[in-house]
Nanobody, 120 residues
Framework: QVQLVESGGGLVQAGGSLRLSCAAS????????MGWYRQAPGTQRELVAA???????NYADSVKGRFTISRDNAKNTVYLQMNSLKPEDTAVYYC??????????????WGQGTQVTVSS
């Protein structure tokens, strides 16, 4: 009933850019907030950026000024524009959707992940 599909990952040199996309679908429930998380080897998954249905966004301190999150509500798609990439940005990036059930309770759903590798 809820599916998220990420795309846009790949290999890029330091200082380069990538644009990640995540298309979400939900046949029954409403999608509220959407965001991007990442997990590097040996680390826990961390929030990169998130955006509400109204367009308010927040970012991890490590990516402020370099990454921009946006969304197209009509398409239920969230994007992450990543500029000035650094080797420490290397991770698997996961799309997340905050889904509101008819009870009003929120549930998190995850995409399969897309690999981003930044070479020095």
């Amino acid at each position: 009933q809820v599916q998220l599909v990420e795309s846009g990952g790949g290999l890029v040199q330091a200082g380069g850019s990538l644009r990640l996309s995540c298309a979400a679908s939900s046949s029954i429930f409403s999608i509220n907030g959407m965001g991007w998380y990442r997990q590097a080897p040996g680390t826990q998954r961390e929030l990169v950026a998130a955006i509400t249905s109204g367009g308010s966004s927040n970012y991890a301190d490590s990516v402020k000024g370099r990454f921009t999150i946006s969304r197209d509500n009509a398409k239920n798609t969230v994007y992450l524009q990543m500029n000035s990439l650094k080797p420490e940005d290397t991770a698997v990036y996961y799309c997340n959707a905050d889904v509101v059930h008819n009870s009003g309770r929120h549930y998190s759903y995850w995409g399969q992940g897309t690999q981003v590798t930044v070479s020095s």
